[in-house]
């Protein structure tokens, strides 16, 4: 009974979705108030993000005439518990909480693409034609950037080898596992195939999160919104907060898997933040100086010059470098 | 009679009683046919962890004996009993899915029966030679089960016969040379499966990697994997969807698989470098399909795109050699039986009911097929890997192989064509049942028939159970495969921990392969515990949304920027989903070439044989005198060889 009070604990209050949605929402209004220093504005107080999304639960929902009514309204929960059960499988081995393994790097990927999957989905049950066509372009979005994603993470997972001068093992996708190898040997991106994996997976984050430049699937000028287009109320504020999930979790996954994870002192702690902070920052950057790129300019690039970078750095790790 | 025997025996006896029904009395075919699969289901469960043998001594084909000789093993036993399960839900389908149609057409039970029976036969058989027979049955089976079905699927019938019997033929000449091969070293009992498990075959001398190539391309021509698939796309046309769930989606792939995995794991001591091949074709096959499937337009066509990409992943899990890999990759063949038949069988609902299996004439479905709509939805995430249904947990131990095996770029590989598998199926899941409903489909709704519904039902259900709770499949089933021992692991997926030291190469030695036996599988994923906190997150939310306002949702048009939306011309079909891709610069001609058969080996050889053809045509010429001239030539040439030959 105890350890399942305790993982409903972890699960749901800290470090799982409690804990991760509130530093999502500070993440969310970290990025509104760069943007506006960008755009020499004052900018949104603290609360703004937790009050958008309070006022969204208490609006009704409305259902589209011709949408499919249980798939339009179970995708949004599906997204939620998906980059729930994500954030708190990235939280769990960073902080050393988790008496055994549940996850690896894999089921992490995969509970990171179901909030795209649960909008691509919901979008296409909504039956409206312009979320069709952005459903269409998130999905085209996802393949184009998975295939790099994947590559640049397993370059972490293939660096851990010859640990203590012996071979343990061909790698591992486990995450403690990576996490013990770079305490014992050094961070990942202190190699080269570590660090020009981490540059790729950071373009791919930007992607993931739907920021410009890759915003494609929303492109609210083209397509009002696009696959969101239908949703309000408790399902959009159910979006949004998978949204600032992810914003909390992708970062932190960067810096397990690349950036030596969390150390439990003070110093550790203040450096794990400020790396996820710079993570955050510079993909805001990124967002307000760049436009956006076309659905086809998209695909190329990530399965050209970003998946290139990524398979080599993964060749290099395979053969030691 | 022998609990062997029956396996075998009850389906042939009432597919022979089902053929010789008269056709005035064609109801009473489909009610041999249900009976003779539940019969031929209990007695094939029936034998599942039996390690009994059978012997009669049979005739002599030549220098080969042919006896009837059975022996049930870890794999065969359970793979029985799932073939006649996929082949009782099949006809409990066809039952349901011909009703109110005049009844299933020719002899269709029949042929289900009988394919079932010789399905058992290879399984069961403990003979290279018995092995053959079955398996050129479950051919013959599958070009006669198209054949009746619909005027259209002659094309894809005579293309499949050909096809698989060419790959029969390299299982036979594989079996020939392994008996030439053991009758020089003079083995006492040759072609008598126990004994070549016993003591191996090595692949270091030339016939013998000859015979495995052999042996491996009537695998794949089963299975369907490249480049010997081109059967199933042409043929999944013209037939039944039933047909196609039942042979191409479910038997043919535990045939292809079984014997795959008996001849890189029991039969042949495997080297690194054939290993190597069947990665590659695992890679090659499961991307280039997914790839093909992506831009297809019709549903049965796509199907059976993906029906060849997935077995891409059972040969990159056998080939891996690692006992997590080779588990992943048979968990994986009956996953896919599982929800490949879900998914075929779904579309045949939709067919049933529409006439079309064009997507893009299709939409708007979800509706008015409720119960289809939610089985292939669930089958659709499990093909395309989505945790935690069962296609995620296969996969994930196929990943794990990889690791194991040192193989990042084919891991990268079969993530990204997971992702691919995804992407065709949202493609499915928009085009068939969401957007607006297209007014030709007038109200199609879905058949009460629990003859369809039934099946469907169960499959979706499997796909849940599995992915939740795989422990139990994996320690009694699929572990026994590469030889660890269920009695020596702790049941279920919770207590297995595990470390990838411990993932040993296949052909480690028993008493290790044993010890590791707990740790094996799920380790470190429990995969229930995920599926837990899925749930209890989307409750939570849920629970957290109806805090608001509550009442029934409000029903408001479709908002396309307040214009009013016509169904006919506002709609956004699926067929368009991924012009982008196949518009790309290196894929566009690689995708032409593919449409046109340019990468089929039976077009490239039909290619190259019709000089040929015309060349025999033009001597063909019909005038008398020219046969005469050829005869004379012909006895001319015998004389002077018969002459100065010696």
Not at chain 1, 15 to 41: D, I, M, N, Y
Not at chain 1, 246 to 264: D, E, I, K, S
Request: proline letters at 5%.
């Amino acid at each position: 009974m105890g350890a399942i009070a305790e993982w409903v604990f972890h699960l749901l209050v800290f470090p799982g979705v409690l804990f991760s949605v509130t530093l999502g929402l500070v993440l969310v209004w970290l990025e509104r108030k760069v943007t506006a220093l960008v755009q020499w504005r004052k900018g949104p107080p603290l609360a703004q993000p937790f009050w958008d999304v309070v006022k969204l639960f208490g609006k009704e929902t409305i259902l589209p005439a011709d949408s499919v009514p249980r798939a339009f309204l179970a995708m949004p929960l599906v997204a939620f518990a998906g980059a729930g059960v994500a954030a708190s499988l990235v939280w769990l081995p960073l902080l050393g909480l988790a008496e055994r393994p549940v996850g690896d790097l894999i089921v992490v990927l995969y509970l990171l693409a179901m909030p795209s999957l649960a909008l691509i989905l919901g979008a296409s049950a909504s039956g409206n034609p312009l979320a069709a066509i952005g459903a269409s372009r998130d999905v085209k979005l996802l393949l184009g950037y998975e295939l790099p994603f994947v590559a640049a993470l397993l370059v972490a997972a293939f660096q851990v080898r010859d640990v203590d001068g012996a071979q343990v093992s061909a790698g591992t996708l486990s995450l403690e596992g990576i996490l013990a190898f770079q305490q014992q040997v050094g961070s990942v991106l202190a190699r080269p195939s570590g660090l020009l994996a981490f540059l790729a997976a950071i373009i791919c984050v930007q992607a993931k999160l739907g920021r410009v430049p890759f915003d494609v699937a929303e492109a609210e000028t083209e397509i009002g919104e696009g696959a969101l287009l239908e949703y309000g109320g408790v399902g959009l504020g159910l979006f949004k907060l998978a949204h600032a999930l992810q914003l909390a979790t992708l970062p932190a996954l960067l810096v397990l898997v690349f950036w030596g994870g969390l150390t439990a002192t003070v110093w550790g702690v203040l450096a794990f933040a400020g790396k996820v902070l710079a993570i955050v920052v510079v993909v805001v950057l990124v967002e307000n100086t760049n436009p956006r790129v076309r659905i086809d300019q998209a695909l190329r690039f990530f399965w050209g010059p970003v998946a290139l970078v990524a398979l080599v750095a993964l060749l290099a790790a395979r053969l030691g470098y | 009679m022998n609990a062997l025997l029956l396996p075998i025996v009850v389906p042939l006896l009432a597919g022979v009683l089902a053929l010789l029904v008269p056709p005035a009395w064609r109801a009473w075919r489909a009610v041999i046919g249900a009976l003779g699969a539940v019969a031929g289901c209990a007695v094939s469960w029936s034998i599942v962890g039996s390690r009994a043998g059978f012997a009669v001594a049979g005739f002599a084909v030549g220098p080969l004996p042919l006896d009837v000789v059975l022996r049930a093993d870890g794999f065969s036993g359970w793979a029985v009993g799932f073939a006649a399960t996929m082949a009782l839900l099949c006809a409990v389908y066809s039952i349901g899915w011909y009703r109110e149609r005049g009844g299933a057409p020719g002899h269709h039970y029949a042929w289900m029966l009988i394919a079932s029976s010789g399905a058992a036969t290879v399984l069961l058989a403990d003979q290279l030679l018995l092995l053959v027979v079955g398996w050129e049955v479950v051919t013959l089976c599958l070009f006669l089960l198209v054949i009746g079905g619909r005027a259209e699927g002659s094309e894809g019938a005579a293309k499949a016969f050909v096809m698989l019997g060419l790959g029969d033929l390299a299982l036979l000449c594989g079996v020939v040379l392994i008996a030439l091969s053991q009758q020089q070293a003079g083995v006492e009992r040759p072609l008598e499966i126990s004994a070549l498990r016993a003591a191996p075959l090595g692949t270091s001398s030339g016939p013998l990697i000859v015979a495995w190539l052999l042996l491996f391309s009537a695998a794949i021509a089963k299975a369907g994997a490249m480049p010997l698939h081109t059967w199933i796309p042409t043929m999944a046309k013209g037939s039944n969807p039933v047909v196609m769930a039942f042979l191409p989606g479910s038997i043919d792939k535990v045939l292809g698989i079984y014997l795959l995995a008996r001849i890189s794991l029991d039969w042949f001591e495997t080297s690194a470098a054939l290993r190597m091949v069947v990665m590659s074709v695992g890679v090659v096959t499961m991307l280039g399909a997914v790839f093909m499937a992506m831009i297809q337009h019709d549903l049965r066509r796509l199907l059976a795109y993906h029906a060849v990409s997935q077995v891409g992943y059972m040969l990159l899990g056998i080939g891996t050699g690692t006992v997590i890999g080779v588990i992943g990759g048979v968990f994986h063949m009956l996953n896919h039986a599982i929800y490949k038949a879900c998914l075929f069988l779904g579309a045949g609902s939709v067919e049933r009911e529409t006439g079309t299996a064009d997507l893009a004439r299709l939409g708007g479905l979800g509706r008015t097929f409720p119960v289809t709509f939610a089985c292939m939805f669930v089958a659709a995430l499990a093909i395309s890997g989505i945790p935690p249904l069962n296609g995620f947990a296969s996969k994930w131990l196929v990943y794990q192989g990889c690791v194991a095996a040192d193989q990042p770029l084919f891991l990268v590989a079969a993530v990204f064509g997971s992702a691919l598998t995804l992407a065709s199926f949202v493609k499915v899941l928009h085009s068939v049942f969401c957007g607006p409903r297209a007014a030709h489909l007038g109200d199609a709704r879905e058949t009460s028939s629990p003859g369809v519904l039934l099946p469907l039902g169960t499959l979706a259900a499997a796909c849940v159970l599995l992915g939740v709770l795989p422990g139990a499949v994996l320690d009694g089933f699929v572990g026994p495969v590469v030889g660890l021992a269920p009695d020596g692991a702790v049941s279920g997926a919770s207590a297995l921990q595990g470390d990838p030291a411990t993932w040993l190469p296949v052909g480690a030695p028993p008493e290790v392969i044993a010890a590791a036996a707990p740790r094996f599988a799920m380790s470190s994923f429990a995969p229930w515990l995920v599926a837990g906190l899925l749930l209890g997150v989307a409750v939570v939310a849920a629970f957290a949304g109806s805090l608001g306002r509550s009442g029934a949702p409000r029903v408001r048009p479709t908002f396309i920027g307040g214009e009013a939306l016509d169904r006919e011309r506002h709609r956004f079909v699926g067929t368009g989903f991924y012009r982008t891709v196949e518009e790309l610069p290196v894929l566009r001609p690689v995708f032409r070439r593919g449409e046109r058969g340019g990468f089929d080996p039976y077009e490239v050889s039909i290619g190259f044989g019709r000089p040929v053809v015309a060349l025999l045509r033009r001597l063909h010429s019909g005038v008398l005198t020219d046969y005469c001239a050829w005869c004379f030539a012909g006895t001319a040439v015998l004389f002077v060889a018969l002459l100065f030959g010696r």
